[in-house]
């Protein structure tokens, strides 16, 4: 039996843990998307032990992603809770825990471009279709999950991601209090039935005959109280307008007692038949909304417009919730409510889904026919399975693992960011998990030394350049041969060369900068991605034309000499325009010219060097995708298929040109030619600069 291999990653969101998908990696039909969830847990047990369920309803979520179908929001996320010894996958509850993995999850995926610091993704949950803006620290422009923040019932500490909940009262019934009433009597009990993030039925723990600080275990083994809960449940389901709630986990019971000071509340949170470890997010967001408004079971001591940092206690300690207040009284409404959370990617990789969790089970005859699978075609796109009848041969089945591609560069530079956002497209399209691998250093050569070298078979794939295959080769003897070490695939596009300065440095224009060098040489001094890189290229084509001394610092990459020019450890640097658009736009780099033959259409004030006085500095740096050589043909061409088909799509162009570069496709035999040509342009070019590698 063949399991059904899925692109996964497996994070710890808040106090929850579980897969995360994007949506393009799950059948597109709910029955088999609900189907594969349910084999990807393990649902069908208690232990769950055949999937990556922890036998909790804690980890047994799930969260999708995609790009978001709202006009003000960056993302959507849909929760799904997933059964603990029963086959169910209930769609209708929001998850607040994990939503604070989405944010992370969509920049590392390409959703989303990361900002330099910090960057804020406007989510749209479906569930409650309600919008949440998520904070995350992205040092350099990449996700980073270290950090000193420590929340209650999680070991360690990690970086902060804060949730502001924008609208998420009523969002799931419509109405804050979905009854018309802050408190509802229910067989002689008191409850506040409301939808506050999520809906929630509360009730004061005194009013069940228990203390309400009691632990979860304790609470759990009360069969009495467990019962009582339920029925209150599922007759606060019914007035809330939630129907037959029997089968739902919602909406939620909680008990409330006092808490610590006027500005907390003890609360104990069930899901809805066994208490919470520790607590929801969402259930707190709710939790918090009943405590702050005046009139409900869990209504605090005091009740005043404004901002109010509130904590809710739960059995591993607290969630501190910000919220703002509006009017007073009947009148008094939550505006937005915040929180801090933390997240950790465990894993990521392939997750293997059994055929016995589907109700039409997959005929397979042959391993080698996956292609003409009916229910493959569901798992994967339709446009793989048309790609792989036409292209593959019947005895050759290509993807049949991950694929690696392998970055010359540091993380967060024009390069890694451009192979990132063709790789989440490309895994959509073939089925397969996508790596990238920054094996920066040496110039490129580390990166290219291990491609040459690596498997024939496509699953190990570079992302070059024109530093990788012309410049650097040129420069130097290298132990890779740019031409015959490697199966061009196909042309990603252009980008201008910019020549860009520190934003303090006291220059200004290139005829400045020149005439300053002349008065004092190596006045500055100016970064590159290292030696053999354009950047380095760029700038001793300038000196050279200009006839200047200006000294040069090598970095392992753009991202980090980009870095220290935005810094002011160095003063001026050559980046490609796809590297440095957004520093510039931000204001952090300062744009001098264009090292190229024309102005560039986003920054059309900026002139070429050569109207600034300086001709003979034209370095427009190209990128393509290769494989090691001999890769089978077949194999290329079904690659270069696929990756021209992610170059004609219309949002991966737009993202690519607005940060400065230029699509451009090719067949694989377009790119070996340019190559060719390429390399002996730059030789030339070495030998009339005497140009060296130290």
């Known amino acids: 039996m063949h399991p059904i291999t899925l692109p996964c990653v497996l994070m710890r969101a808040g106090t929850s843990r579980g897969p995360f998908f994007l949506r393009d990696w799950l059948p597109a039909d709910e029955t088999a998307r609900d189907e594969t969830l349910i ?21 047994s979520k799930v969260a999708i992603v995609s790009r978001s179908s709202q006009p003000d929001c960056d993302v959507d996320y849909l929760f799904a809770q997933v059964g603990v010894g029963q086959r169910s996958v209930d769609t209708r509850p929001n998850c607040g825990n994990m939503l604070s993995g989405v944010a992370p999850f969509a920049i590392e995926q390409g959703l989303i471009a990361a900002q330099d610091g910090q960057t804020t993704v406007r989510v749209f949950n479906v569930n409650t279709r309600a919008r949440i803006d998520v904070t995350v620290l992205t040092p350099g422009r990449r996700v980073t999950y270290d950090g000193l923040t420590s929340i209650d019932g999680v070991a ?18 419509g ?12 067989d002689g009990v008191e409850v506040t039935c409301i939808d506050a993030a999520m809906p929630l039925m509360i009730v004061r723990a005194a009013d069940l005959g228990v203390g309400g600080r009691e632990p979860p275990i304790e609470l759990d083994a009360n069969r009495a109280l467990l019962e009582r809960l339920e029925r209150l449940r599922l007759v606060a389901g019914e007035r809330m307008g939630l129907g037959d709630v029997s089968t739902s986990v919602i909406p939620k019971p909680v008990l409330v007692s006092r808490g610590h000071d006027d ?11 066994r208490c919470h470890a520790s607590h929801a997010v969402t259930g707190a967001i709710g939790v918090a909304t009943a405590f702050a408004l005046p009139g409900t079971v869990a209504s605090g001591p005091t009740s005043v417009a404004g901002v109010r940092k509130l904590s809710v206690l739960h059995p591993q300690g607290r969630i501190d919730v910000e919220v703002s207040i509006e009017g007073e009284g009947a009148d008094a409404r939550i505006q937005r409510a915040s929180l801090v959370r933390t997240a950790r990617k465990i894993l990521q990789g392939e997750l293997h889904i059994p055929d016995y969790v589907f109700s039409r089970p997959i005929q397979r005859h042959d391993q080698n026919h996956e292609g003409d699978n009916p229910m493959l075609k569901h798992l994967i796109a339709p446009t793989l399975a048309a790609a792989l009848a036409a292209t593959a041969p019947a005895a050759v089945a290509f993807p049949d693992k991950a694929i690696t591609i392998v970055v010359p560069t540091a993380a967060g530079g024009g390069n890694d960011a451009m192979a990132r956002t063709i790789a989440q497209k490309l895994g959509t399209l073939l089925g397969q998990t996508i790596i990238i691998d920054n094996r920066a250093g040496a110039n490129g050569s580390i990166a290219s030394e291990f491609v040459a070298r690596a498997p024939a078979d496509g699953h190990t794939l570079m992302f070059g350049y024109i530093a990788t295959h012309s410049m650097n080769p040129a420069l130097q003897k290298l132990r890779y041969d740019p031409v015959t070490d490697f199966e061009p695939i196909g042309l990603v596009g252009y980008s201008a060369t910019l020549m860009v300065a520190n934003a303090n440095v006291p220059v200004k224009d290139v005829k400045d900068l020149v005439a300053q060098l002349k008065a004092k040489p190596d006045k500055y001094t100016y970064a590159s991605a290292g030696n053999g890189t354009a950047p380095h290229f760029a700038a001793e084509l300038f000196k050279m034309n200009a006839g200047v001394v200006m000294l040069g610092v090598p970095y392992k990459g753009s991202a980090p000499a980009v870095g220290d020019t935005i810094g002011g450890q160095t003063q001026f640097m050559f980046p490609s325009l796809f590297t440095a658009l957004p520093h510039v736009k931000s204001g952090k780099l300062k744009a001098l010219a264009i090292a190229g033959p024309k102005r560039s259409a986003s920054l059309p004030d900026v002139p070429t060097l050569k109207e600034a006085g300086v001709d003979g500095v034209d370095v427009m740096q190209w990128y393509g995708l290769f494989a090691p050589a001999k890769t089978p043909k077949s194999v290329v061409e079904q690659l270069n298929k696929a990756l021209n088909q992610i170059l004609n799509d219309k949002d991966i162009v737009k993202r690519i040109e607005d940060h400065g570069a230029d699509v451009e496709t090719s067949t694989p035999e377009q790119l070996g030619a340019l190559v060719k040509s390429e390399l002996t342009k730059w030789k030339a070019v070495v030998q009339k600069a005497k140009l060296t590698a130290d």
């Not at 393990?42 to 055949?50: E, F, I, P, T």
């Open 39 to 59: 084999g990807a847990i393990g649902a069908s047990d208690l232990l769950q032990v055949d999937g990556v369920g922890g036998g909790s309803t804690l980890t």
């Open 156 to 173: 360690g500490t990690a970086a902060p991601i804060r949730l502001n909940f924008l609208d998420a009262w009523g969002s799931v019934t």
């Open 175 to 186: 109405s804050v209090f979905p009854t018309g009433r802050r408190i509802d009597v229910i």
């Open 263 to 273: 500005d907390s509340v003890t609360s104990r949170y069930f899901t809805p038949r």
